[in-house]
């Protein structure tokens, strides 16, 4: 979603904003925007890539300035609706939604404002004139207008007639400073400043923040003038970068065997599980702790719906599975003993911690994040934590964080069961030995590239597909028909494949490639028949079996062998040739793989 990049320094800024925004082009952006100081305010706006901004920025020079990437929410992707937003000499970059902008908007026009946009940011814009032009510094203009937005916000504020200052806030979006020497940065992640800083402030909610070239002043909500922890980011330019691969997604496909092995580092060495590898308090909580709910969106969302059928066969808990942005509106049953457990990549979707929220209101306080960035606003408001250690992911479509996750909540899934005294001794061995080889048989199932390919290029042709799993499987099933829309644009539908002849089956022919997850498992013969529903209505299938699963190929029905059986780790491997389908499905109709259309990487709005 949209980024924000602001910079104050001795020398040319335009070159660091517009790398800052290539940074951040993967969260996902319809145009983009730059607004410099340098006499006087001089603004550059386009709907095309980060790369046409730089074009026409040419010989900007400036030592102020903030850009942005918009992903439109309010008003359509254009050159008019395109950040920054400017009302006389102020100018304004803002990520998030302004909820009371219509009223606002009347009051500001009842003042003689007239709107060049159909955006809600243009009202912050005119907001601070309105403040700016009673008189005081733009400090002061800013955070009286930020008392009068309502809604989500990060901005980032400059004003001709100061330009010695960006004036910053946030509520509710991330957004972040950047301390260079002699020069200060503001952006709405750290990849965005890897160029210029590692050192990096987070702002709290509610923060105001004033940064010169030399100096930095943070105001919190309560009006305190407060210090904040400076963090060294940990990220590297080689982390961010695609280095041999094409795109992306294929790096961080490639890079799960590592990936996953770097999230189970924790335990590699260990002969015993204990609950503090989830925070301090875990074994406390984990004590008392009686059911799961599991919060998230999208891919994380997927990992949740895998890790409820570990939770209930492991460790005896009931779990619910919730999509986040229906929980936070639905009437639910609370039981304060229930462990509320949200998963996310970033820890910066706004549904997932509007929800999150939502629970604790409703009392259930205990909660655990599984996130995969350290300093997220999720991370700061559980109690508990784990984090996967997947790397920056760039790609929107989200891969070496699911299969992170999925290894973080098996971990999790036992230490729930040794707490309930259901994890023997010789079983937690063999599982956490199941757990060393697990990166290894990773790197074997990639190795089943060139059959996907194959798989690929039957596919790519075809306007609908289906998936199919039981049990464990299925919401593997139905994140690889996720993972195929939203990069293909192929639609696809994932079914428990008990449900087939209960609707989807009436889709069945030679149109409607139908893609199985066939493991060697208890449930292997029932979808065995389940197949034969679909050979017999001459759908052609695509089967991912385990070498021993008895299933042949013939004509209409093709057969990739899985290279291990791995239990009950199995959705872990499963999940990487549906990726890779995916991908090269989307690769042979020509689609953009990492920036979908339409898609964003983090999404800090509702
Ligand atoms: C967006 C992304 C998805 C992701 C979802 C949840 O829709 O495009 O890939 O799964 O958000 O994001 P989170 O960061 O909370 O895991």
Known sequence: MCGIVGAIAGRNVVPILIEGLKRLEYRGYDSAGIAVLNGGLQRLR????????????????????????????????????????????????????????????????????????????????????????????????????????????????????????????????????????????????????????????????????????????????????????????????????????????????????????????????????????????????????????????????????????????????????????????????????????????????????????????????NSLAICNVPESALIRSSDLRFLTRAGPEIGVASTKAFTTQLASLVLLAMVLAKVRGRLGKQWESEMLNSLRHLPAALTRVLGTEPQIVRWAECLAPHRHALFLGRGVHWPIAMEGALKLKEISYIHAEAYAAGELKHGPLALVDQDMPVFAIAPNDELLEKLKSNLQEVSARGGRLFVLADQDARLSEGSGTDVIRMPDHAGMLSPILHTIPLQMLAYHAAILRGNDVDKPRNLAKSVTVE
């Open 46 to 365: 386009s709907t095309g890539r980060v790369v046409e901004l730089e074009k026409i920025a040419g010989s900007l020079s400036a030592t102020v300035g903030i850009a942005h990437t918009r992903w439109a929410t309010h008003g359509v992707p254009s050159e008019r609706n395109a950040h920054p937003h400017v009302s006389g000499g102020v100018s304004v970059v803002h990520n998030g939604i302004i909820e009371n902008h219509d009223s606002m908007r009347e009051e500001l026009r009842g003042k003689g404002y007239k709107f060049a946009s159909d955006t809600d940011t243009e009202v912050i814009a005119h907001l601070v004139h309105d403040h700016l032009r009673q008189g005081g510094p733009l400090f002061e203009a800013v955070r009286s207008a930020t008392v009068e937005l309502q809604g989500a916000y990060a901005i980032a504020v400059i004003d001709e007639s100061d330009a010695g200052r960006i004036v910053v806030a946030r509520h509710g979006a991330p957004l972040l400073l950047g301390l260079g020497v002699d020069e200060n940065f503001a952006a709405s992640d750290a990849s965005a400043l890897i160029q210029v800083t590692p050192r990096i402030i987070y702002l709290e909610d509610g923060d105001c923040a004033e940064l010169s070239q030399s100096s930095l002043k943070i105001m919190d909500a309560f009006g305190n003038l407060v210090e904040r922890r400076v963090h060294i980011s940990q990220l590297s330019a080689a982390s961010v970068e695609l280095g041999q691969y094409k795109t992306f997604m294929q790096k961080e496909i490639f890079e799960q065997p590592m990936a996953v092995a770097n999230t189970l580092e924790v335990v590699t060495s260990a002969t015993a599980l204990i609950p503090e590898l989830f925070g301090a308090r875990a074994g406390v909580i984990f004590k008392e702790t009686n059911a799961v709910l599991i919060l998230a969106c999208g891919t994380s969302y997927h990992a949740g719906m895998v890790a409820r059928y570990w939770l209930e066969s492991l460790a005896g808990l009931p779990c619910n599975v919730e999509i986040a942005s229906e929980y936070r509106y639905r009437e639910s049953v609370s039981n304060p003993r229930c462990l509320v457990v949200t998963i996310s990549q970033s820890g910066e979707t706004a549904d997932t911690l509007a929800a999150l929220n939502f629970a604790k209101a409703r009392g259930q306080e």
